[in-house]
């Protein structure tokens, strides 16, 4: 029940991450990534951040779809494999574009997978 309820948290967190960067990228993104890239980039990367929030859906979806995985080995591979490529996304996006990436991304899937690896 925690695990399950961690991975819908980290897969919720993607599925707003997916709206930000596909359609308020302009609005909310610009909020979001104040001081890390001036305002005048938000306009001409609109489409790039797009894609980059078509992926965060794709992270949501295989976290949301372990949920939903009757066979409990498999339900574990699934979650683990889609958690692993969170906390890379996450630590890559640390140290790329903001540090604020691994506490928001990349700690919650680490957390989890600790947690996995625990119970």
Avoid: R
Avoid at 13 to 22: A, D, G, R, S, V
């Amino acid at each position: 029940m925690l695990v399950s309820s961690l991975i819908a948290i980290i897969a919720i967190e993607h599925l707003y991450i997916l709206y930000m960067e596909m359609f308020a990228w302009e609005t909310l993104g610009k909020k979001t990534f104040k001081g890390a890239m001036p305002a005048e980039l938000f306009k001409p990367t609109k489409t790039l951040a797009a894609n980059q929030g078509l992926y965060n859906g794709f992270l949501a979806a295989g976290l949301i779809w372990s949920l939903f995985i009757s066979d409990p080995q498999w339900q574990n591979n699934v979650a683990v494999f889609f958690l692993f490529c969170v906390s890379i996304a996450g630590i890559y996006g640390a140290i790329t574009a903001s540090k604020k990436i691994f506490f928001v991304q990349a700690l919650p899937a680490i957390v989890t997978l600790l947690v996995i690896w625990l119970v």
